[in-house]
């Protein structure tokens, strides 16, 4: 009875209790040792663990947490992994004393199904289910129901609860415990005097989908990496099911707002990869299942406290660990957070709470926290197994913690937050996850009578199974006496623990298993490229909204969290980004220009951009630049610039004026600028052949033309002497008639040949500056508007 005193409130009832199963586990343990010094029995035989014999699955536990009056009941499977028949089984119930400690509930989680760790008192009678035999390879379902009462449950707190198979075989003819399942019963009937305060949080995120293409036209219809979103909204998705889930729950949502643009954008219209570049419509069902998937959320969220990541939800610890050594990169943090509100409101008609940052499992160092406050966020949500307690507390401290500066760590309860990770597609392993949680939340409720506030923060991305044991255990939750819900920001706002350590662990202290998994430098490298070429193209656009908002969200989502394990779908990704970006950006250009001929001290010069684009583009200036300015200069100088203007789906050709000096080739180079004088696309270059007309060809020109004249005055005496002797052959009669006759003096009849103007060139196969077909006639009016382009 000494020893039963030490529980405190143990009555005497509970006290023997206590004893009985205290005999029960020390009068088995001799009968154990005894079993394995048999002969026979030796290491391969005496497993520790049931699998290896019987395996005893668990799969329902019901209620969770019983109260006064309840009915216990327990089914599964038995399955016999052995190779003998197992005879004279049965299955029953066993009470293990009550857990007192966190750390006695994980010791018994360690060995679950550990067969020579020992049971608790067999509740016996009718409360079992026998099996005649059990054939190997061969599962048996059980089902036992025990009320409440017959568990012989004392004092309020936590039991160990083994459900126990025990049978023999032919090899050892005597009866054993040959395979066990332990589970945890909370047993909190009546209210104890102070309640704990719970927060648990029901992350709404997935992974990246939408890329930063659009469809041509006005609409830019969006294109996704392919149609998965939509499989995780249809109903049985993981999507759909959180949802279905958390609508009935008191839960803190925390949503990524780049999962509701990207299903918003599938309720509209959006398109998916089909090979080689193109692009085919989704199905209409993905749009409709969008819509409907949307409805629900709005309803789910009603009332309920959101809290909204920044856009994409970006990876903080590789940002703080990678990425401030890149310039531009904090930038995005805030561009993502200013995002956020924005996209929420608009998608589901409420205001989220933007003050809260998340990194990755909430492992934290003074690098991720001056990261996570940079956008504006003064609280950041941390894990107990990073911001661990140093001071020796024998409680769990509240989770709100000040670290300075203004900013509070909110510390999520580990046991809690990880008790849903790994495997919980089978019911057993989902049944066991629920119990625990359960478990390990009255044992921290019964560690003070002190009032806290604890959080819960599971992984981000819950998959369908671990979705519902997470449903489960806050509904049982719930519906028991020990605690109470609250929101996030009420937990934030609490008082804190002054005994609870407020000392971020060292930057070496951060986990090199998540480390490993972090973005790359040279991936914030990548990123600032693409923002620098997309500060460079908007300045061109006169709807700069069109390129700006996809461009920028893609790159809030190359900073994703959800890369992390996906390094070669990152960099995929990023990669895709950039080209789109380059092959946009391609669209307005220069035409390749072939060598140009220049007859004659001056002429212009056309150079024709091309706008490829739907929309129009301005603020450029185009520069043609001599590279012998002593021989051929544009406007008069080495380079000559002018303002371009092109409509949307137009070309425009820019005239330059320019003077030769001297014969030969000169190359010349026309080059895009913005406004303020950064480069923009690729130059052109191409050859200007000078043919300078010069005074020793003009002199040249000048003595044939002499010449001709020469020729033609003296053809012009020798017809008018033979005309004279004529007339005096034919008589006077006939000279005085031809001198009567009006016209050309010529005798002959025919007028002189009409003289060429030597300066015409009409001969020459070099044509003058303005007929050649790569330069165009010197004028001073402006270039046209732009003429269509063929496409």
Request: net charge negative; no cysteine; proline share 6%.
């Amino acid at each position: 009875m000494a020893e039963a005193a030490d529980f405190q409130g143990t009555s005497a009832s509970p006290a023997r209790r206590w004893l009985r199963r205290t005999g029960a586990l020390l009068a088995g343990a001799p009968l154990l040792a005894g079993l394995l010094q048999l002969p026979g029995a030796g290491p391969a035989q005496a497993s520790s663990s049931s699998s290896d014999r019987v395996s005893v699955a668990l799969d329902s536990l019901s209620p969770s947490v019983p109260t006064d009056g309840d009915t216990v009941t327990v089914s599964g499977t038995v399955t016999n992994n052995g190779k003998q028949t197992v005879t004279d089984a049965h299955v029953g119930l066993h009470v293990g004393l009550p857990l007192n400690t966190r750390s006695s509930i994980d010791s018994i989680a360690q060995h679950f199904d550990d067969v020579q760790f020992g049971t608790g008192s067999e509740v016996g009678g009718k409360y079992e289910e026998k099996f005649a035999k059990l054939a190997p390879g061969v599962a048996e379902h059980f089902s036992i129901s025990v009320p409440v009462d017959k568990l012989d449950l004392g004092q309020d707190g936590v039991y160990e609860f083994d459900v126990a198979l025990f049978g023999q075989t032919s090899d050892q003819p005597w009866g054993r415990v040959l395979g066990i399942q332990r589970t945890f019963l909370p047993w909190q009937p009546s209210e104890p005097d102070t309640k704990t305060k719970t927060t648990f949080l029901w992350p709404l995120l997935s992974s990246v989908h939408m890329t930063a293409r659009t469809g041509a036209g006005e609409l830019q219809t969006p294109i996704f990496l392919n149609d998965a979103l939509a499989k995780e909204i249809a109903p049985g998705g993981r999507l759909s099911t959180m949802v279905d889930l958390g609508k009935a729950l008191d839960v803190t949502w925390v949503i990524d707002p780049d999962l509701l643009a990207s299903v918003d954008a599938m309720a509209g219209n959006y398109r998916l990869p089909a090979g080689d570049d193109t692009t085919t419509p989704a199905p209409r069902q993905s749009q409709a299942l969008a819509k409907q998937w949307l409805a629900k959320l709005q309803k789910a969220v009603a009332g309920k406290e959101i809290v909204a990541l920044p856009f994409a939800d970006p990876d903080l610890a590789s940002l703080a660990h990678n990425g401030t050594s890149v310039t531009g990169s904090l930038s995005h943090l805030k561009d993502a957070t200013d995002v956020a509100t924005t996209t929420v409101k608009t998608v589901l008609h409420v205001t989220p709470s933007t003050d809260f940052a998340w990194p990755v499992e909430g492992a934290v160092d003074p690098s991720i926290i001056k990261v996570a406050t940079s956008a504006g966020a003064d609280r950041v949500i941390a894990r107990s197994d990073s911001l661990q307690e140093t001071a020796g507390l024998p409680y769990t401290p509240s989770a709100a913690r000040p670290i300075g500066g203004g900013t509070t760590a909110v510390v999520a309860d580990a046991r809690l937050s990880k008790a849903f990770e790994g495997d919980l597609t089978k019911a057993g392993s989902a049944t066991l996850a629920v119990q625990q949680f359960l478990a390990q939340s009255l044992a921290l409720n019964a560690q003070t009578n002190e009032e806290r506030s604890i959080v819960v923060a599971p992984q981000r991305m819950p998959s369908t199974s671990q979705a519902q044991a997470m449903a489960a255990a806050v509904e049982a939750l719930e519906g028991g006496t020990w605690t109470e819900s609250q929101g996030l920001t009420a937990a934030a706002k609490a008082k804190p623990d002054p005994s609870a350590t407020t000392r971020i662990p060292s930057t070496s202290a951060y986990p090199s298993s998540l480390r490993r998994h972090e973005l790359p430098r040279k991936a914030f490298a990548q990123i600032a490229r693409t923002q620098d070429k997309l500060d460079n193209f908007q300045v061109v656009l006169t709807d700069q909204s069109r390129v700006v908002t996809p461009f920028g969200r893609a790159i809030n989502r190359e900073m994703s969290t959800s890369w992390r394990g996906r390094r070669t779908a990152a960099r995929v990704f990023r990669g895709g980004v950039e080209a789109w970006l380059d092959d946009l950006a391609d669209q307005v250009k220069l035409i390749d220009k072939s060598e140009t001929k220049l007859s004659g001290r001056s002429a212009t010069i056309p150079v024709t951009v091309q706008n490829n684009l739907v929309q129009p583009v301005g603020h450029l200036v185009l520069r043609l630049t001599s590279t012998m300015p002593t021989r051929l200069k544009i406007g008069g100088k080495a380079y000559y610039e002018q303002p371009v203007e092109v409509s949307g789906g137009h070309s425009q050709s820019v005239k330059f004026t320019t003077s030769a000096n001297a014969n030969g080739r000169v190359t010349v180079i026309a080059q895009l600028y913005t406004e303020d004088g950064t480069e923009y696309g690729k130059a052109v270059s191409f050859d200007v052949k000078v043919t300078e007309v010069t005074p020793t060809v003009m002199l040249v020109i000048g003595g044939g033309v002499l010449l001709l004249v020469l020729a033609g005055f003296r053809m012009y005496t020798q017809r008018k002497r033979g005309a004279a002797r004529q007339a005096e052959d034919d008589g006077p009669d006939t000279a005085e008639k031809e001198t009567d006759e009006p016209g050309n003096p010529d005798t002959s009849g025919n007028r002189l040949p009409e003289e060429s103007d030597p300066a015409s060139g009409a001969d020459d196969p070099e044509q003058q500056s303005d007929h050649g077909p790569d330069t165009a006639p010197e004028n001073t009016d402006p270039s046209g508007t732009g003429e269509r382009v063929d496409r």
